[in-house]
């Protein structure tokens, strides 16, 4: 951001004559001078007002060469658009290791980045396959005849998804329910038991991606060592972000994510943390660092599909926090601090200028909204030279 202070600007001369009326040749204005008041902060926000100039009272119609400003910009009709690109890392989220508590040998593993469903096998044991079941519930007892439980309906619910009948999703384990888990269990290849083991399941919220094998075939199972790590099975990207740009990252709001062939994806936000570390490295000053960091997840098959060639990433990551379409806009630079207050810019027609005041509106890209009577598209305006 630019400091307000000591910026070089143009001052026009106090006393001007009123808007409209000619006014005999002012002295040669002065070329620098500091900006004052509360007028320009706005602009020190939007990291531009260095660019703008600054008048001590309002001007009015002048023909003296030597008050011209010395470059000239037109108004122009178009779409603004408040964002910014940032370097982000896809990749598919945490790894979470997942053990066996079936003892015996390794038989069968998937391949890394195959993505297990609901009832397919996540590894064998014995040549016994693991279906992987969905819930948030951990296998904690085996399920019988007789038991009653949140567990009992996790299971059933899983059984209904899996297109198995004869029982009603609820939480008592019936014969009905034992029935439908030994069909399960028939189609599955293992012994028809109509019991449900802790160590004959892994429960998971939802559907995983293989994200890595900690076993190898023959190895032993059951020891409490993980066989395998699993991530989510969306693609998704993690942005670090100056907390300045927190209006880009509301969570739910759009991205556009650019893949490393050049793939555009669309992407949501869907978390955007505070984080707090600080710097002890060698020669550090011991002084913490704030940073937003931010995970959007892709949305689209295209581009999920096209993300899928990557296990993990250098991407860039497009946030828009606001658009403002058909509009008129100048130069930043082009703004007038009013003595009035409020904003104007200077209009230039032939060897005439006007100070016209203006409204402004979004602020992007050293581009600024405005509208005001009098200043339509094309409309020639005064700016700062080189």
Known sequence: MTEIDDVPVRVEPAGSAEPGKTTEPPARPRRAAKIAGVGLAALAVAGTAAAAYAYADRAGTSDTPDTLPPAKAEVTRGTLTDEVTEGGTLGYGALVPIASRKPGTVTALPEEGEVVRRGEPLFEVDATPVPLVYGTVPAWRDL???????DVKQLEKNLWELGYRGFDIDHDYTDATAAAVAEWQEDLGVEETGTVRTND?????????????????GDQAGNGGPVLSVTDTVPSVTVTLDPADRRMAEVGAAVEVTLPDGTAAAGKITDAT???????????????????????????KKGREAAAAYDAAAVDVTFTAGERKDVLTVPV??????????????????????????????????????????????????????
């Open 333 to 386: 630079a082009a703004l007038v601090a009013l003595a009035e207050g409020g904003f104007g810019v200077e209009v230039v027609d032939g060897s005439t200028t006007e100070y016209v005041p203006v409204e402004t509106g979004l602020f992007s890209g050293g581009r600024v909204e405005i509208s005001g009577e009098g200043v339509t598209e094309g409309t020639v305006v005064g700016v700062p030279g080189e």
């Open 144 to 150: 019988a005849s007789g038991a009653e439980g949140t």
């Open 274 to 300: 505070t984080k707090v570390s600080e710097d002890s490295g060698s020669g550090g000053d011991g002084e913490a660092t704030t940073t937003l960091e931010v995970v959007a997840v892709l949305t689209e």
């Open 201 to 217: 399941v892994v429960v998971q919220p939802t559907a995983v991606r293989i994200g890595s094998l900690t076993a190898s075939l």
